[in-house]
């Protein structure tokens, strides 16, 4: 079992940045793949990010390429998404998320275990 708690959200103007964290519980964590995901009002889940169980390999969702980083640290059982160059498209509820296969990508439906979200609002 793992619980994961994320923080690091708020209210940010277009351009700035934000790090989101999710902390997971158990000793476990290097053993799972991690990713992020949103949900805008309205709108379906999307995949935002993801990343291995050792951090050597990461995937990012398009319109986040070369704005969002996603890390880890095993050691701290924490998972990061830094954002920046942030937009009003990207405010959305921002979860994390942690699966037991090695390459889960962009798929919720292979992810274990979620997150309660951290509300990401991006003003013009």
């Known amino acids: 079992q793992v619980q994961l708690v994320e923080s690091g959200g708020g209210l940010v103007q277009a351009g700035g940045a934000l790090r989101l964290s999710c902390a997971a519980s158990g000793r476990t964590f290097s053993s799972y793949a991690m990713g992020w995901f949103r949900q805008a009002p309205g709108q379906e889940g999307e995949f935002v990010a993801a990343?291995?169980?050792?951090?050597?390999?990461?995937y990012y969702e398009d319109s986040v390429k070369g704005r969002f980083t996603i890390s880890r640290d095993n050691a701290k059982n924490t998972v990061y998404l830094q954002m920046n160059s942030l937009n009003p498209e990207d405010t959305a509820v921002y979860y994390c998320a942690a699966s037991g296969l090695e390459v889960p990508g962009a798929v919720p439906g292979l992810y274990d275990y979620w997150g309660q979200g951290t509300q990401v609002t991006v003003s013009t």
């Open positions: 990343i291995s169980w050792s951090g050597g390999n990461t």
